[in-house]
């Protein structure tokens, strides 16, 4: 979380949530919808850039749209609400 919401570096909230991304694990997406939840507009902005990267061709990170579905589910509501915005991202991406 810390690295996501790194007030001095945005390059390193950028750089964390495509390796989280990429990663696409539950444990990995619940730490950036909780980041996304906590965030303010600049960071959540860098923390989508950092998704978008990852999602981007040619591997795209197929895992994170999966788990986006298991996260809408969580019993914390800060991670249901980053997880709705991780998966606006995902079908943003892939119109």
Same mark, same amino acid.
């Given at each position: 979380?810390?690295?996501?919401? &790194?007030?001095?570096? /945005?390059? #390193?909230?950028?750089?964390? *949530?495509?390796?989280?991304?990429?990663? $696409?694990? !539950? @444990?990995?997406?619940?730490?950036?919808?909780?980041?996304?939840?906590?965030?303010?507009?600049?960071?959540? &902005?860098?923390?989508? /850039?950092? #998704?978008?990267?990852?999602? *981007?061709?040619?591997?795209?990170?197929? $895992?994170? !749209? @999966?788990?986006?579905?298991?996260?809408?589910?969580?019993?914390?509501?800060?991670?249901?609400?980053?997880?709705?915005?991780?998966?606006?991202?995902?079908?943003?991406?892939?119109?």
């Amino acid at each position: 979380m810390g690295l996501l919401l &790194d007030v001095a570096d /945005t390059a #390193v909230t950028r750089r964390t *949530a495509e390796a989280l991304a990429q990663v $696409g694990t !539950v @444990a990995a997406a619940r730490v950036i919808a909780l980041a996304v939840a906590d965030a303010d507009d600049n960071h959540a &902005d860098w923390i989508q /850039t950092g #998704v978008q990267d990852a999602l *981007a061709p040619p591997d795209g990170a197929p $895992g994170l !749209v @999966a788990v986006c579905g298991q996260l809408a589910r969580d019993p914390e509501a800060a991670v249901r609400r980053g997880a709705a915005e991780l998966f606006a991202w995902t079908v943003d991406t892939r119109c």
